[in-house]
């Protein structure tokens, strides 16, 4: 699905990312780990074009995407969702699905004054829109304003919007932050069902937590991916486990 090599990315001289190399398989829920300041933000702000990598290459499906814009990544298929949720505050749940839908045919200058060519499009997006919060756990809340949502709640949301947009992968930076244990837990079991039908890259530092739900495990140290079986990377997991 995902395929990175020597990506590298410099600050003022700075190796923040220091020849990066890995593959995401599909279908998976691959975790980066590390201790902060790393690389994971950078890592996954450059695979998404938000940073430009200073050399290296990036893959989606076997299609160079390296340094293109944000915006052009997003239409290969990759969402990005953040630390911090982003909803549109006084939009209804309902509604913050309905703005995600890419490429409706009622945004198109002509097409919008027929209603015929985009009412099918309309009604469709609104079952698939009830369908995911009905999934989600968040369908009682489909007329609630987005600012009137709990932490964990407003996580299911962006979680909700990016498949709204068929995304292929979806690049979570730490989606359990704020939320406690128990809607941790239900949040990742959410993402395994979820992997059946799009593929997820996650950041996070409560691996106590995401431990037992992921298939793979990569570990950033200065910059750098450790090898599965170095020191530095069995020295990483037990600061996580502990911390």
């Not at 220091?18 to 593959?23: A, E, H, I, L, Y």
Request: charged fraction near 30%.
């Amino acid at each position: 699905m995902l395929v990175t090599e020597n990506l590298t990315k410099l600050f003022d001289g700075f190796k923040a990312l220091d020849g990066v190399s890995m593959k995401v398989d599909a279908n998976s829920l691959t975790l980066i780990a590390g201790p902060n300041g790393s690389g994971k933000t950078t890592l996954i702000n450059t695979i998404c074009g938000f940073y430009k990598a200073d050399g290296g290459h990036v893959f989606l499906n076997g299609e160079e995407i390296t340094n293109m814009k944000p915006h052009e990544i997003r239409k290969r298929g990759i969402a990005r969702t953040f630390q911090i949720p982003h909803p549109l505050k006084k939009l209804t749940v309902l509604e913050n699905l309905l703005v995600a839908v890419a490429e409706h045919p009622g945004e198109k200058l002509l097409r919008c004054m027929r209603c015929s060519s985009w009412e099918r499009a309309e009604a469709d997006a609104v079952e698939k829109a009830f369908e995911l919060l009905e999934f989600l756990e968040l369908d009682a809340l489909w007329d609630t304003e987005a600012y009137k949502l709990s932490g964990g709640q407003l996580k299911l949301l962006e979680v909700g919007r990016a498949l709204m947009s068929d995304a292929k992968l979806i690049i979570m930076d730490e989606p359990l932050t704020g939320v406690n244990p128990k809607l941790a837990h239900c949040i990742l079991e959410k993402l395994v069902e979820l992997k059946k039908r799009t593929t997820f890259l996650i950041v996070e530092h409560r691996f106590e937590i995401v431990a037992a739900y992921v298939d793979r495990v990569f570990v950033m140290v200065n910059g750098r991916l450790a090898d599965e079986k170095s020191e530095a990377f069995r020295e990483v997991i037990r600061l996580l486990c502990f911390k």
